[in-house]
């Protein structure tokens, strides 16, 4: 499995509160993202970073922040979690290129009251 | 923009049975296509990708999916299911490689004995 942490696994936390995901990876990938899977939607692209401090937005990024200061490190950030953020994030990285296939880390189930 | 439209948000087998697995997909230059496999409370793991070449990839656990451009399709199929193929599935585009991959809804395999 390629070295992929996401923390924390699980948050519960309530409507208007700031709230970081973190996803920390050792295989020195140049490309990472964030993906959140919603039933009904799939999978949809929020951030994705093609370099340390170089970031892009994705499909659904209203509402979303990400930093990357660190190769491993690529932090998203609500600003003030809302119910529709509810939703379990998924973290993935790839080294051949921005299109190109992606590894998967074990996901962070966030519910927002 | 690129585009994937998977038909059957749920698919039903019997073990030993063919499994068929459909996906479109919309790009307006060559695409990449992806393949992959979500297990319970797991991340998303590749099972083929076509870039180019020959269009019937090989990927694990015996699947295999035809790039046909004239139908604008990428098909995942599988002989003879097993129980252990149960999961969800999602099929995903990116545009020639130079675009972040933008999944379909998925489709849930269920197999039953």
């Known amino acids: 499995d390629a070295g992929i942490t996401q923390s924390p696994r699980h948050k519960v936390t309530e409507t208007g509160t700031p709230v970081t995901l973190r996803c920390h990876q050792t295989?020195?990938?140049?490309?990472m993202y964030w993906y959140r899977q919603d039933p009904g939607h799939g999978l949809r692209l929020i951030h994705y970073?093609?370099?340390?401090?170089?970031?892009d937005k994705g499909e659904v990024s209203d509402g979303y922040s990400v930093s990357r200061s660190k190769t491993e490190d690529f932090l998203l950030t609500l600003e003030s979690a809302t119910s529709s953020q509810t939703s379990v994030y998924f973290c993935?990285?790839?080294?051949?290129?921005?299109?190109?296939?992606?590894?998967f880390g074990s996901g962070t189930q966030l519910s927002v009251l | 923009a690129q585009s994937v439209t998977q038909l059957g948000s749920h698919v039903s087998v019997s073990e030993g049975a063919l499994v068929l697995l459909r996906c479109n997909y919309s790009?307006?230059?060559?695409?990449?296509l992806f393949w992959y496999v979500q297990y319970p409370n797991q991340g998303l793991q590749l099972l083929l990708k076509?870039?180019?070449?020959?269009?019937l990839v090989k990927g694990i656990n015996g699947f295999e999916a035809e790039f046909k451009k004239s139908e604008t399709s990428f098909h995942l199929t599988k002989p003879s299911a097993h129980m252990s193929d149960a999961a969800e599935y999602f099929c995903?585009?990116?545009?020639?490689?130079?675009?972040?991959?933008?999944f379909g809804k998925g489709t849930r395999l269920s197999v039953i004995a």
């Open positions: 993935a990285i790839s080294d051949e290129g921005i299109g190109e296939k992606l590894f």
């Open positions: 295989e020195n990938h140049r490309y």
């Open positions: 970073s093609y370099g340390v401090k170089d970031t």
């Open positions: 790009s307006s230059v060559p695409p990449y």
């Open positions: 076509y870039t180019t070449g020959a269009t």
């Open positions: 995903a585009v990116s545009e020639r490689g130079n675009t972040p991959l933008v």
